[in-house]
């Protein structure tokens, strides 16, 4: 079996449709969204691995994905920190930092700096609706991204990649190669460039919606919301 | 440790909190009471035990905890039904139902019918906030609850108990003892007549609201969303 994937185009209509005739709430999907990357961080970082996970967060629905699955992971045990430089007034992505400050969570400025303490990276800057430009402040974080040693795993796609190409070909991201990948609801068309560990998440697509989006739902175990699956789309 | 309680004031006005101060919305908190619902009946009724899971939806919030729980136990493999005879126009618990119309799952309308061919019962009719009289049509579905075979897992309280005093000395409900009880963020009073297997969910309280509410919050497990606890508090 091929791994099936949906294009930036096809995800945003999928994410229009549930909220929509599917009759769910951004809250409800930011919520499962951020809870099976959570899920994810944990698997491939068990707490024995280290604590301390530093999460880089985008101004959008990416970021507000980074914010849940921070929350989430601290009530693990971890202890997140989250930089978090460009703050919309977003009603939303406003609540789910105050969840975190209110679990005393620190905010950090410094991003460099952070994550020479850090023991894990979340990368939750920019997700199927990215394209074009990094803008600042981010590129200097992807850089530190791409060069760091520490491991990092990005929410539906390493920020800086094409949804559809990849790895830019130049410049910011172009080495960018994150050790995990969380896809939510399904691939993106960038998966054939990514090479590390592959999770899916976000357990609530039926398969009415996975069926005319021309995809799967995975194989999930038990109460996991989360998958890995290889290079084939199967569950490993 | 005795095993620390929520009175039904207390539990109201740690709920006003969590959606004011707290800045959570109603959504996500009856998205992960709900999942914590589903994880316990997982843990108590796995899949081989039987899949068909009869779901009886109240009213108010305790009922919406009950649509989100169908919802991810159908998305374990679960196959259930939903009994919902009392819909309010309040958009929220619409919602959810629509999620669970989108995947197929049956509403009934006999409530002892349906009993025959169930493998394990939900009890999400009244939360916390319940006093005085069980109205129609719930006294027979509580009447049936009380005298079937089938395992009985309520949410938050047996449906007709008084939250301080629990079952009630006659009438309906003063034989009814559920096998499973989801203490949703604390145990209510009730707790001290209750002889079954015991969970404590909803895995988003703070440490700062936990002891202002003067309880404890639970030893949770890895990703697990819900505790099962002995009569003294303490993790089993």
New interface residues.
């Given amino acids: 079996m091929a791994l099936k994937t949906l294009s930036a185009k096809a995800a945003a209509a999928l994410d229009k449709e549930l909220m929509s005739t ?4 951004i ?2 999907l930011m ?2 969204a951020g ?1 099976s990357v ?2 994810a961080v ?1 698997r491939v970082h068990p707490l024995s691995k280290g604590r301390r996970i530093l999460v880089a967060v985008g101004p959008g629905n990416n970021g507000g994905d980074g914010l849940v699955a921070a ?2 992971l601290r ?2 045990g971890y202890q997140p920190a989250v930089y978090y430089p460009k703050r919309p007034k977003n009603d ?1 992505y ?3 930092a ?2 975190l400050e ?2 005393d969570v620190p905010f950090v400025d410094d991003f460099p700096a952070a994550l020479q303490s850090a023991d894990h990276v979340i990368d939750a800057i920019f997700g199927f609706s990215f394209s074009g430009e990094v803008r600042e402040p981010f590129p200097a974080v992807i850089q530190a991204m791409a060069e760091t040693q520490v491991p990092v795993t990005s929410v539906d796609a390493p920020s800086s990649w094409d949804i559809e190409e990849g790895p830019p070909k130049s410049g910011v991201g172009s080495n960018f190669h994150p050790a995990v990948l969380v896809s939510l609801t399904a691939p993106k068309p960038l998966v054939k460039h990514f090479r590390g560990r592959h999770f899916i998440g976000g ?2 697509v ?4 996975a069926k005319k989006y021309d995809f799967e739902v995975p194989a ?1 175990e ?2 996991d919301q989360i998958v890995e699956v290889g290079p084939d789309g199967l569950k490993l």
Avoid: C, M, N, W
Avoid at 22 to 25: C, L, V, Y
Avoid at 206 to 209: G, Y
């Fill in positions: 599917g009759a769910f709430s809250d409800q919520e499962l809870l959570s899920q944990s929350r989430h009530h693990y939303l406003q609540r789910l105050k969840q209110d679990l357990r609530f039926t398969p009415a919606i999930y038990g109460i």
